[in-house]
């Protein structure tokens, strides 16, 4: 069953959108607004559930082009807003070997090109 956001999940997406206006951040502010997380363990992405009555992008499935960059245990990792369907889906926060982690404290943002993202995504 799907539980309150927490303060910090709430806190790095507001941040990623604020620095991407355009590219649906309205939209995702919007469903940000109601929306509630799946319970989740250390190793695994934060999983959105938002209202099916919530707005959604127009462009469905896309990385949001912000993402955050920090570090955990001394290894460099990058967190990513994936949306499908255009809703909020996931909060990625993984290294370089797409091992996952929780959110660091020490967060930058930063606009990536999202077919960059996604192609280097892809080639895993």
């Given amino acids: 069953d799907p539980i309150p956001l927490e303060p ?3 806190e790095v997406v507001e941040a990623m959108l604020s620095e991407g206006d355009g590219w649906g ?3 995702l502010r919007a469903q940000l607004a109601t ?3 799946f ?4 190793d695994e992405p934060v999983t ?5 009555d919530a707005p959604r992008t127009l462009v469905s499935d896309y990385e949001f082009p912000v993402v955050g960059r920090g570090t ?9 807003l994936v949306i499908e369907d255009g809703i909020l889906t996931l909060l990625e926060c993984a290294d370089d070997e797409w091992k996952a982690h929780l959110l660091p ?3 930058r943002f930063g606009v990536e090109n999202p ?3 996604s192609e280097e995504r892809d080639d895993d």
Avoid at 39 to 42: D, F, K
Avoid at 48 to 52: G, I, K, M
């Fill in 39 to 42: 319970a989740l363990g250390e």
């Fill in 8 to 10: 910090r999940v709430r």
């Fill in 25 to 27: 951040a309205d939209e």
């Fill in 48 to 52: 959105f559930e938002v209202q099916p």
């Fill in 35 to 37: 929306a509630q997380q």
């Fill in 105 to 107: 404290d020490d967060l």
């Fill in 72 to 80: 955990v245990d001394g290894r460099e990792v990058i967190v990513r």
């Fill in 115 to 117: 077919a960059t993202a």
